[in-house]
């Protein structure tokens, strides 16, 4: 049985979501743990190291080896893989990647500096293997105005000849070091491109014979909002899996994109969605998305406001983890050969590009970051992390408790009505501004507004903010918040969901009638406020 130590401490714990038992993976009890270690019973005599330096742990990431990647370094141990992780404020070196046969690079939101970037490309030209894991464009975790696929190519989108632009002294001063380039391009023949795709199966997999066995037994591989590459030096750099043909911009867009999905219809025209590559005797791979990678068991708590994470079990989905770990086996194998011209596969074409997507020619979709960070919240400072977070120093304070109270019965016909919102366990005077609430049908159809503050309603229906609660010196927070529903519908049953960020918090059944005093159905009157421990986004 593979050691891991220091590993997540304590019990896992339960609680009721939505109606359905969902369980939670206990907090590490200290958030300055050194570096965690898992060794193999059966050492193949290589060693991974994932790097945790770069703000793999900013928003709902939990991109370390004890934490949401588990799956994946538990599988190398598995297979004899010693497997370590990199975490420290100083600049990665040489030093720090010479003793290591492979480099992982999970989802960085924190850019490299050109000293950093040299080190990675010299690792792999003298026989080192790197794995770029990207996500989609706009996934911003930390507010610094760059997602992953900008940090690992080099340069941020329309700010190519200023990468500091529109920034603040104190975050140029963050960046001192970074500099704007076509770095991936250049050194490993593949750009990431800005687009962002969701809920699609990357089922053409080139034959196993043409990916030196990485493909072997692989069929298909998931895609929960990520990214293609475009294949810029065919000598250098080749796709292994790629999205179905005849695909359309709109179609697999992620909702929340502010690009769109595919770029050239999917197929070998999109470009890969994993590659690999040769960098003189080292080799490199590449995947645009961190779901097929991540597992369910994050660690540490958001480091901007010290919610619970949530993480995608995506390592076991498809041909996901098979897929990862032998991409591992053959970055870790060392070849004396230095580009692919030399081997029996077949050299890929280079991928087509838009006229936006040329590095001087791009510009951004809405401006970056997508919204202000709550409090005093800081990419740079971890002063300013929240409590359980990666980097902030202090445990964890106590899960922050919701709670929705509504009428036994909400009214049809247009009568407005009252929910109450309470809060528990905020830290005194703190403030969440990013609540929203809707009603909404079995099915999905929104059938609720809220009522502004200064007494207007909006013209459509959905989630809609709440406005913001403010904490009181016992770390309560209590608001009254106005509905109603849409005169046009008849149903006698719907839901009712609060979210803060985009996140679910509380979801509880209500009955639907025709006013305030009516008696709700005989199915309904057993339902109570329901609690719902808040998992923070």
């Known amino acids: 049985m593979k050691k891991l130590r220091n590993q997540k401490s304590g019990v896992q714990s339960v609680i009721l979501f939505a109606g359905v038992l969902i369980s939670i993976p206990a907090l590490a009890e200290s958030v300055d ?117 900008e940090i690992m190519n080099g340069w941020r989108r329309g700010a190519y000849e200023d990468l500091t632009k529109g920034m603040s002294d104190a975050e140029k001063e963050a960046l001192e070091g970074v500099e704007s380039s076509d770095w991936l391009a250049e050194e490993f023949g593949v750009r990431f491109r800005y687009n962002s795709i969701d809920n699609t199966e990357a089922n053409v997999i080139v034959d196993p ?13 998931s895609l929960h909002a990520g990214s293609t590459l475009a294949i810029m030096d065919p000598d250098r750099a080749k796709g292994i899996a790629f999205l179905p043909d005849g695909l359309t911009p709109e179609e697999n867009k992620w909702g929340n994109a502010v690009d769109q999905g595919v770029y050239h219809g999917g197929g070998t025209d999109e470009g890969p969605y994993v590659a690999i590559g040769k960098k003189e005797l080292g080799k490199s791979a590449f995947i645009g998305d961190s779901s097929p990678v991540e597992d369910a068991t994050p660690k540490y708590r958001n480091e901007e406001h010290g919610g619970q994470k949530r993480t995608y079990d995506g390592f076991i989905d498809k041909d996901n983890g098979q897929l990862l770990v032998q991409v591992i086996d053959w970055l870790a194998e060392p070849e004396d ?87 528990d366990h905020l830290e005194p005077g703190q403030s969440i501004s990013n609540l929203d609430m809707q009603v909404y049908l079995s099915g999905g159809q929104a059938i609720s507004q809220v009522q502004a503050e200064n007494g207007s309603w909006p013209n459509g229906y959905g989630y809609q903010s709440i406005g913001s609660v403010t904490a009181d010196d016992q770390g309560t927070a209590e608001k009254v918040v106005t509905l109603r529903l849409n005169p046009s519908i008849a149903a006698t049953s719907a839901s009712i969901r609060l979210r803060n960020d985009r996140q679910n918090v509380v979801t509880q059944t209500v009955a639907l009638g025709q006013s305030l005093t009516e008696e709700p159905p005989a199915a309904f009157q057993t339902w109570q406020t329901e609690i719902s421990k808040y998992v923070m986004n």
Do not use: C
């Open 33 to 149: 743990d050194p570096p965690p270690v898992i060794e193999p019973d059966e050492p193949n005599g290589k060693t991974v190291l994932f790097d945790n330096s770069h703000g793999q742990t900013a928003g709902q990431s939990d991109w370390v080896i004890d934490g949401a990647f588990s799956d994946f370094a538990d599988a190398l141990a598995e297979v004899g893989y010693l497997v370590h992780e990199h975490r420290g404020a100083d600049p990665l070196t040489e030093e720090d990647l010479e003793d290591y046969d492979v480099f992982v690079i999970p989802e960085a939101q924190i850019p490299f500096q050109t000293t950093e970037q040299d080190a990675i490309a010299s690792f792999a030209e003298e026989g080192g293997g790197v794995f770029f894991i990207a996500d989609h464009y706009n996934a911003d975790r930390n507010f610094n105005r760059f997602d992953s696929n």
């Open 209 to 221: 014979e043409e990916s030196f066995g990485i493909t072997e037994s692989v069929e298909s591989l």
């Open 337 to 423: 050969y230095t580009d692919f011209t030399s081997t029996s596969i077949t050299l890929d074409e280079p991928s087509p590009l838009l006229d936006m997507e040329i590095p001087e020619q791009t510009t951004e979709p809405e401006q970056e970051p997508w919204r202000q960070p709550q409090g005093d919240y800081r990419w740079y400072d971890r002063s300013t992390f929240a409590s359980g977070s990666f980097g902030s120093g202090e445990e964890a304070p106590a899960d922050v408790v919701f709670e929705v109270s509504t009428p036994d019965v909400l009214p049809l016909g247009g009568e407005s009505f009252e929910v109450t919102v309470k809060v």
